[in-house]
């Protein structure tokens, strides 16, 4: 079966997002700037060429998280995603770190605890307005 990996689209702070899942994660990302990627536009602001054009953070063999900027004139609004970023954790001690660190100066959506489906379960929206939901299924039963 294909892996899926999310890909995460910012409005000038990939790099902010990408220190930060970085620290969450324990992970390093490969970066490539929009500089890195040969000929540019010669209009195209210095500011710009730093942005991320793409961000890999291996969070294990299979999945991916990635990330970059939009470029100029192609701004996304995120306060309005058609998606949630799913994490289905080793344990509920993992689970439960992941929640907290990654609901550091987000929302939480939904508490986190023990639901029907799963031992541990709770739902955010990070600092950056991307949402997660977080599992650890563990033994619950349906």
């Known amino acids: 079966m294909p892996a899926v990996n999310p890909y995460l689209l910012f409005n000038g702070n990939a790099g902010e997002a990408v220190t930060f899942y970085q620290s969450v994660f324990g992970v390093e990302a490969s970066i490539t700037r929009f500089r ?33 900027d939009c470029p100029p004139g192609a701004e996304i609004d995120n306060s309005k995603p058609g998606f949630t970023v799913q994490l289905e954790a080793d344990s509920a001690a993992e689970a439960e770190r992941l929640f907290t660190e990654l609901s550091a100066d987000g ?26 939901m977080i599992n650890y299924t563990g033994n619950a039963q349906m």
């Open 107 to 132: 929302k939480i959506e939904m508490a986190f605890g023990p639901v029907a489906w799963a031992e541990a379960f709770g739902m955010l929206t990070d600092k950056f307005s991307v949402p997660w």
């Open 36 to 68: 890195d990627m040969g000929e540019t536009p010669p209009d195209m602001p210095e500011d710009v060429l730093d942005r991320i054009a793409n961000a890999q953070l291996p969070l294990s063999a299979t999945n991916i998280l990635m990330a970059s």
